[in-house]
């Protein structure tokens, strides 16, 4: 496989292979970096546990035979919860907050995923992180208020905010399932917060 110049900023791969599979199996391009994002959980003698690595996401996803884009959908930006920027540790946070944040600067965002996940110090002073609630929303929504029972008093929490870009319509019934390519995702995760 030799890459071939179409131009001073593109570069053109052959791919040459053996299908294994039938030709209705189309080959799909998939360009995909992850991110970590270290959290951990204030512990009662005042120091920390050790650090969970969230990892968020940023990917693009087409069939071979289109001009894929290796970034087609940005990350959500200015995530808020209870209208406080989510970048820095929050601490007495109401049980029933909003959770906010501005759409990607680049992509059309069919589904957003909105995950709230528990941080609990274990005994032996590591982190373990615990999924509480996930809201699927179309993408012209760009918040959600937690309802009453959901978030407990004194907890750590974070939430995670998944968009998603396809040529598949937001279906309430089905929001994640089988979208169709081209597709993107990609994520915002807030830091640690602590209810009242």
């Known amino acids: ?10 570069t053109a791969l052959a ?8 030709s209705e199996w189309r080959p799909v391009f998939t360009a995909w970096a992850n991110f970590r994002l270290p959290l951990n959980v204030p512990l009662t003698d005042g120091g920390t546990s050790s650090n969970i690595n969230e990892v968020g996401t940023v990917r693009a996803e087409a069939l071979t035979s289109t001009e894929a884009e290796l970034v087609v959908l940005s990350p959500p930006r200015s995530l ?5 920027s989510a970048t820095t540790r929050l601490s007495g946070v109401p049980l029933t907050p909003s959770i906010s944040w501005t759409p990607p600067s680049r992509g059309a965002v069919t589904t957003y995923r909105v995950t709230l996940n528990s941080l609990a110090a274990t005994t032996a002073g590591a982190a373990r992180k615990t999924q509480v609630h996930e809201f ?7 918040s959600v208020l937690v309802p009453p029972g959901v ?12 968009a998603w870009s396809g ?3 937001f279906d309430s019934a089905r929001p994640l ?20």
């Open 1 to 10: 496989m030799s890459p071939t110049r179409r131009s001073s900023a593109t």
């Open 15 to 22: 791919l040459t292979y053996g299908n294994p599979f039938g």
């Open 80 to 84: 808020l919860v209870d209208a406080r």
């Open 136 to 142: 699927v929303l179309p993408g012209t929504t760009t």
């Open 151 to 162: 978030l407990v008093p004194a907890t750590t929490y974070f939430v995670r905010v998944d």
């Open 167 to 169: 040529s598949t319509p």
């Open 177 to 196: 399932l089988n979208p169709t390519l081209p597709l993107g995702q990609s994520t915002a995760i807030s830091s640690p917060f602590t209810t009242r």
